[in-house]
């Protein structure tokens, strides 16, 4: 069991994307997104109304207290002055509010079906609707990874477990720099088809 980090209020993504801790006023945004038929397909569960959005932000936050899973919403830049581009992530204010655009998580404990391996961690995102085929999942991902490695000295691979079916988070992984290694069996009910497996190991040093 690894002890429990504190969570950086802001990890940059790249030119307007950014990584930080979810916040309540995220529950609408939580919401509206998870109302989209793809991320519904590919999900298991998700907040239909208020008091299911407090539920899953509760549970996102306890997990960071307890060290078993690290989420992030990512957030895109609002529009720089003038409508020239969202603002870069290097200089905006980490408080500031953007766009939600999707989120990633870091499981600690490993897939529920899977042994749990204390040097393993397995890495989970959805993006909005909205933001799509813009490549912003694979920037958040890496961003992840590369704080998972700075702030948990024990990790040596990060895994990304997805349904052969869902070839948009296959694509993603690869982009992100997690080749696929396994193909694991089907496990019916909760999952009816095989999985791909994709690993990143700890860079060297």
């Known amino acids: 069991m690894y002890a429990p980090v504190g969570m950086p209020p802001f990890l940059p993504a790249g030119p307007g994307l950014s990584l930080r801790p979810w916040r309540a006023r995220d529950a609408r945004e939580l919401i509206d997104a998870y109302r989209d038929p793809l991320l519904r397909r590919f999900t298991r569960t998700w907040p239909e109304d208020e008091a299911g959005a ?21 957030e895109l830049a609002a529009q720089a ?37 204390t040097d393993t961690a397995e890495v989970g995102y959805w993006t909005t609707a909205s933001v799509r085929g813009r490549g912003l ?26 349904q052969v079916d869902n070839e948009p988070s296959c694509r993603v992984a690869e982009k992100a720099g997690f080749p696929h290694v396994e193909t694991l069996a089907a496990h019916p009910p909760m999952f009816p088809l095989p999985g791909h497996v994709h690993v990143r190991p700890r860079p060297a040093v």
């Not at 999942?137 to 997805?162: C, K, N, Q, S």
Request: net charge positive; hydrophobic share 50%.
């Open 81 to 117: 002055p003038g409508g020239s581009g969202p603002a870069p992530s290097g200089v905006r204010d980490p408080a500031a509010t953007g766009v939600l655009a999707g989120c990633v998580v870091l499981k600690v404990f490993g897939h529920e079906d899977r042994p749990a391996r």
């Open 54 to 74: 407090r539920a899953w932000l509760a549970r996102e936050e306890a997990g960071a207290r307890d060290g078993s899973r690290y989420s992030f919403a990512v």
């Open 137 to 162: 999942a694979g920037r958040a991902v890496v961003a992840l990874a590369d704080w998972a490695f700075a702030a948990l000295p024990a990790l040596t691979r990060l895994e990304i477990l997805h």
